[in-house]
Each structure stands twice: as structure tokens, then as C-alpha cells.
């Protein structure tokens, strides 16, 4: 599936459901998940409700929202995928942007399907999970966050991936165990337009 570069909108989670919004393709939910070591709220399993933003924020009444305890092993996330189990092309866009609250740090992950096993989707068969993200330092006041494709990166213990748009499996927010315990908003999430 294609993205033709007019519909950047991903979420603005106002419609208080799981969905991402149905535009350009795009037919993907949000999901929670983590290692195990640690709790997470919301909980992983089931459908991932937004939270309703405390005295809101402008015309905005919901968004993402996760907090947890210390983890030792990879972390915990917030993720959605773009076309379940396909690539998705969103190289009409220029990289991905939202509004951010909380304390501490998070990353902003575009999984590509070269880096995820075969049996999530992907194409890696070995050395995987070593994703393209970027990491974005909170502030405990709303600021909007601008991430461009070049911005991306790997960590280095998996296989090296040149990033490519035009094979984007999912979008995640994640913590690594450096960066629990946690508690962060995100809304208004879109790709940015060229």
C-alpha cells in the first residue's frame, strides 16, 4: 500500500478507539506491550483506550498515554501498524511529527519490515529487532516533535538496514530499560508533509 502524500494525518485519537484514522491505506491499531519485567499501564492484551487529556490541550480531548515501573530487559511500548502484516510506502512524507508530554525520554520508532521477523510480518531472518528510531526528550508541558526519515537510526546490535520509507511496518513509542520508569502523552500524531 501507497501513501499519495495528502492525508497525513495517523491519529488525533478523537475518535476515542484504537483505530488509526482510515486514510490513504493506512488500516492499523494501537497496541501496548512490553518484556515482562516491569507493569505497564494501560495493560498489553485487548484494545488500547485513550485517555482523556486532563483540561485538554486546545480542541484536542484525548491521546495515548503510558506509564510503568522500572524494566530490565528491552522496555515497553505504545505501536501501531499501518497495513497489518503488509509494508506500508509513506515516502510521499517527509518523516512523522506529534505533540509530547512527560518526564525523562522516550524513542519514536519507524519499524520497517527488513528488520522484523518473518513471523511479525517482516523479512528478517537474522540479527533483527535493531529498528530506526530517534530519541525525543520530554518536557511536562505539550511541545510538538518533528522527526524526519534522515533522523532515524539504528542502534547497531542487529543487522544494518538503510532506512527506506517505502517499507514501514509499524510506528512505535518505546522505552529501554535506561529510560523507566516512565510516564508519557503523545497526540496528534501525523507524517510531515514535504
Known sequence: MR????????????DNDSRIAPLEHRAGFWSASNDNSGTQRPAPGGPLSMTRIPGGRGASQFALHTS????????????????????????AYAGISFFARGRGSFNVVAKMTQIAPEEFGGSCTHDCYDSHLAKIALSSRWQEQRVTWAELAQKGYGQPVPFDPRSLLSLEFTVSPDQTPFDFWVDDVRFLER
Open 3 to 14: 501513501a499519495a502524500g495528502n492525508a497525513p494525518l495517523i491519529d488525533d485519537f478523537e
Open 68 to 91: 510503568g515501573s522500572k524494566f530490565t530487559k528491552w522496555g515497553a511500548l505504545l505501536a501501531a501498524d499501518f497495513s497489518p502484516r503488509r509494508c506500508y510506502d509513506a515516502s
